[in-house]
């Protein structure tokens, strides 16, 4: 069965250190999410991206966060100086738009010390 | 208005037992009512989903009903498992285009379903 593949799967990283998380969606989706979960909390929503632009956003997507589609396979996610309070589990999902579903990856821990 | 409400935070539910957990919305622009079930270091698995326009969905031992009017939905699970412990989130979204639009999660439940 196809499924969200995520690299690495823990992160440990400095405050101020850039981190790229990395995805590979199922082949044929076409829409591409981030979602992060702190530790005991619920899932949250962060962006969207179809056709190669970010079609949505939430408020904690600021300007350190980009995602980029580099080639046909992978979506990544950009933290460009990390916080502490970035620490948390990342979760990439895709959907093929057409049963409305959104599958999810296994995450990246990232650990911001 | 974005928000989902979930409750109980946590269930204990003896095995065969029904586990009954419950959300709640606020915007009526909601059109996709999903659940989600998620074991210790793994990602948000699909379990059910459901759409407005139907009252009750089962799928084996899993049943959503959904109440319109009341703006609530919740998940049932008949003859619960040990198996079945796991943290459970209900979610939310607008469908717009081809796609649905983020899923607004509620904050989940924690099942434990006692052998």
């Known amino acids: 069965e196809p499924e969200v593949t995520q690299t690495p799967s823990h992160q440990v990283t400095q405050m101020g250190q850039e981190v790229i998380l990395r995805c590979v969606p199922i082949s044929n989706h076409l829409y591409f999410y981030w979602y992060r979960q702190i530790l005991g909390q619920k899932v949250e929503f962060l962006v969207s991206f179809y056709n190669n632009e970010i079609s949505e956003k939430s408020e904690i997507f600021d300007d350190q966060f980009s995602v980029e589609r580099p080639d046909g396979s992978n979506f990544t996610l950009k933290i460009r100086s990390t916080k502490l309070e970035d620490s948390a589990m990342y979760f990439c999902?895709?959907?093929?738009?057409?049963?409305?579903?959104?599958?999810f990856g296994p995450g990246t821990r990232l650990l911001v010390l | 208005q974005q928000q989902v409400k979930q409750s109980p935070q946590s269930l204990i539910v003896q095995k065969g037992g029904i586990s009954i957990i419950n959300c709640a919305y606020e915007n009526t622009a909601f059109d996709y009512f999903p659940w989600y079930q998620q074991f210790p270091g793994k990602g948000p698995a699909l379990l059910i989903a459901?759409?407005?326009?139907?009252s009750e969905k089962k799928e084996g031992r899993f049943t959503i009903s959904f109440n319109k009017s009341a703006k609530q939905f919740s998940l049932h699970i008949m003859d619960s498992q040990p198996g079945d412990s796991a943290t459970y989130f209900c979610a939310a979204s607008i469908s717009y285009g081809g796609s649905q639009g983020n899923l607004i999660f509620g904050k989940g439940t924690k099942l434990s379903v006692k052998p």
């Open positions: 459901i759409r407005p326009d139907v």
């Open positions: 999902a895709s959907s093929d738009g057409a049963s409305k579903t959104q599958y």
